[in-house]
Structures are given as structure tokens and as C-alpha cells.
Nanobody, 122 residues
């Protein structure tokens, strides 16, 4: 019912920057929040950053001051600007959306994108 399409991953040198984008589409009544998670090889998926419909944000400590999450409510799109990238930022980055497909709160669900690889290496 809701599809998330990510873009912007790739290979970058340490200290470089990348910008990820994620657009939600489909039968959307309301998007309550969107965000980014990541999963490195052999590790659990972890929260990177989220932004609510009121534009409040949450960041994991390891990216504070380097990453910025932003959103466009009109386009149901979320962005992640990643600066000063480190090798430990290497992971598959997944977009996440907390959305409703109709006015009923029971229609609220969490959706995931397919993931985009970010590799930080010299």
C-alpha cells in the first residue's frame, strides 16, 4: 500500500559527503514520521535519524553534528545529508516511514525501503 524508494548511496572517501533521498508513494493518508536506519555486516539494524511531521528530529549519538535529516511533507520525502563520513558509517541504509492509509489510526503501519549501500573507503 505504501512504497518507499531510496536513492543516493554509493562509494565515498573518508571525510566526504553523500545525500540520501527517500520518497513515499501509494495510498497515503498521513505520514507521521520518516527516518533512516542502517545495518552494517554482522551487526543489528540501528536507528540513524528520524523526523516527525512536526519536524522534530532524533539522531543516534555517533552521527550528531555530521548528519542532517530533513523532510518535505508535501512530497512525502525524507533526506539524509551525510558529511564527514567515516569508514564506520559503511552500511546498508534503509528508509522507514510511519504512515496511515486512511483516517483510522488502526491503519497506521511501518514501511521499509529496499535499502541503499553506503561505502566509505579510501
Amino acid at each position: 500500500q505504501v512504497q518507499l524508494v531510496e536513492s543516493g548511496g554509493g562509494l565515498v572517501q573518508p571525510g566526504g559527503s553523500l545525500r540520501l533521498s527517500c520518497a513515499a508513494s501509494g495510498n497515503i493518508f498521513r505520514v507521521n514520521a520518516m527516518g533512516w536506519y542502517r545495518q552494517a555486516p554482522g551487526k543489528q539494524r540501528e536507528l540513524v535519524a528520524t523526523i516527525s511531521s512536526s519536524l522534530s528530529t532524533i539522531y543516534v549519538d555517533s552521527v550528531k553534528g555530521r548528519f542532517t535529516v530533513s523532510g518535505d511533507n508535501a512530497k512525502n520525502t525524507v533526506y539524509l545529508q551525510m558529511n564527514s563520513l567515516k569508514p564506520e558509517d559503511t552500511a546498508v541504509y534503509y528508509c522507514n516511514a510511519d504512515a496511515q492509509v486512511n483516517i483510522l489510526r488502526s491503519s497506521r503501519a511501518v514501511y521499509w525501503g529496499q535499502g541503499t549501500q553506503v561505502t566509505v573507503s579510501s
